[in-house]
C-alpha cells in the first residue's frame, strides 16, 4: 500500500503558483520524499526530492513540515504544459534496495 | 545524454504468449527497476537489479522474470500472458540500488496490449 495521500485532482489557472499537498504520516526517519509527475502517455519525469530541509530547483519548490508528517509541491508560474499527474512518493528500504510505492496521484490541470 | 530507453513501443500479443521488453539505462547507472502501469493507476514496483543481481522483487507472480547484462541493460520477460497482463511497463534506472537520495530516471515505456 502506497504510504502517501493526496487529492485526486486540482485546478489551478494558468500564470498562478500551484500548490500540491501530500500527507505521509507514516514516514520514517531515513525515508525520502519524492516528486514525479506524468504527462499522458510518457513516462514518470523526476522533479525533485527531500528529507527535511525544504528544496527548490529549476523546476520547483518542496516544503516539507517540521514533523515530516506532510509537504508540499509549489509549480510557482503554471503553464498549461504543466498538466499532468503528479506523485508524491515516499521511498521504502528493503534488503540492501529502495523501491518506489506509488499511489494514484493528483490529477492537475492547468486552466487558460 | 541519451535518457532510458525501452523498446519496442508498443507490442500486441495474444493470450498465452511469451513477451520480451527490453531496457537501456542512462549511461553510467548501474541499478534498473521495472514497474507495470495499469490504465488509471500509479507505477507497481516489480523488479530492481543492480550488478546483474536481483536485488528487490513486488508481488508479482513467477510468470515475470528479469534480467541485467554487463552492459547494465536489462530485459522483462512475462511468460504465458494473461489480459492481465495489458499494461505500460516502465523501466526506470538510477546509478545505484541502495542510495534512498539517488532519484530513478524513467523511460517512457512499453505499451504491451494482450489481445
Known amino acids: 500500500d502506497a504510504k502517501t495521500t493526496q487529492p485526486t485532482s486540482m485546478d489551478c489557472a494558468e500564470g498562478r503558483a500551484a500548490n500540491l499537498p501530500c500527507n505521509h504520516s507514516?514516514?520514517?526517519?531515513?525515508?525520502?520524499v519524492y516528486w514525479y509527475r506524468q504527462i499522458h502517455s510518457q513516462g514518470p519525469q523526476y522533479i525533485i526530492h527531500?528529507?527535511?530541509n525544504n528544496e527548490t530547483n529549476e523546476m520547483a519548490s518542496l516544503i516539507i513540515t517540521e514533523d515530516r508528517k506532510s509537504s508540499t509541491l509549489i509549480l510557482p508560474h503554471a503553464t498549461l504544459r504543466d498538466t499532468a499527474v503528479y506523485y508524491c512518493?515516499?521511498?521504502?528500504?528493503?534488503?540492501?534496495?529502495?523501491?518506489?510505492?506509488f499511489g494514484t496521484g493528483t490529477r492537475l490541470k492547468v486552466l487558460a | 545524454d541519451a535518457g532510458v530507453t525501452q523498446s519496442p513501443t508498443h507490442l500486441i500479443k495474444t493470450r498465452g504468449q511469451q513477451v520480451t521488453l527490453r531496457c537501456s539505462p542512462i549511461s553510467g547507472h548501474k541499478s534498473v527497476s521495472w514497474y507495470q502501469q495499469v490504465l488509471g493507476q500509479g507505477p507497481q514496483f516489480i523488479f530492481q537489479?543492480?550488478?546483474?543481481?536481483?536485488?528487490g522483487r513486488g508481488n508479482f507472480p513467477d510468470r515475470f522474470s528479469a534480467r541485467q547484462f554487463p552492459n547494465y541493460s536489462s530485459e522483462l520477460n512475462v511468460n504465458a500472458l494473461l489480459l492481465g497482463d495489458s499494461a505500460l511497463y516502465l523501466c526506470?534506472?538510477?546509478?545505484?540500488?541502495?542510495?534512498?537520495?539517488?532519484?530513478?530516471?524513467f523511460g517512457d515505456g512499453t505499451r504491451l496490449s494482450i489481445l
Open positions: 527531500g528529507l527535511k
Open positions: 512518493i515516499v521511498r521504502v528500504a528493503g534488503s540492501g534496495t529502495y523501491k518506489y510505492i
Open positions: 526506470a534506472s538510477s546509478l545505484e540500488a541502495a542510495r534512498v537520495n539517488q532519484p530513478q530516471h
Open positions: 507514516t514516514i520514517s526517519g531515513n525515508e525520502y
Open positions: 537489479y543492480y550488478e546483474k543481481e536481483e536485488r
